[in-house]
Nanobody
């Protein structure tokens, strides 16, 4: 199966940028879609962005459109989340997720089977 490991989280000032990485590994990788979710303190997990592993389809949550960009490096089995113009409300644990059995580029947690451990992003004002 696929294992996911996020990295790149940290503390950044409001208005700054941060780039998260999600490295996928496994004996036989079968990734259809990959996504980023986040869970702010005291709130439920919410959709951030998703990308097809093959092709150029992407989706973004309304709160991050125009500021965040999801991308991938298929050869390296890495997905990225470039976060610009960060706001304090972006503070959350960010999770990488993937599925090997779905075609539709889902935006719900239930659309993804494999999850990373999460990486903390803190935006200070």
């Amino acid at each position: 199966q696929v294992q996911l490991v996020e990295s790149g989280g940290g503390v950044v000032q409001a208005g700054g940028s941060l780039r998260l990485s999600c490295a996928a590994s496994g004996r036989a990788l079968k990734i259809y879609n990959m996504a980023w979710f986040r869970q702010p303190p005291g709130k439920e997990r919410e959709f951030v962005a998703a990308i097809k592993w093959v092709g150029d389809n992407t989706k973004y949550g309304d709160s991050v459109k125009g500021r965040f960009t999801i991308s991938r490096d298929n050869a390296a089995n890495i997905a990225y989340l470039q976060m610009n113009s960060l706001k304090p409300e972006d503070t959350a644990v960010y999770y990488c997720a993937a599925t090997d059995a779905a075609y539709v580029l889902g935006t719900g947690s239930g659309d993804y089977r494999t999850w990373g451990q999460g990486t903390q992003v803190t935006v200070s004002s």
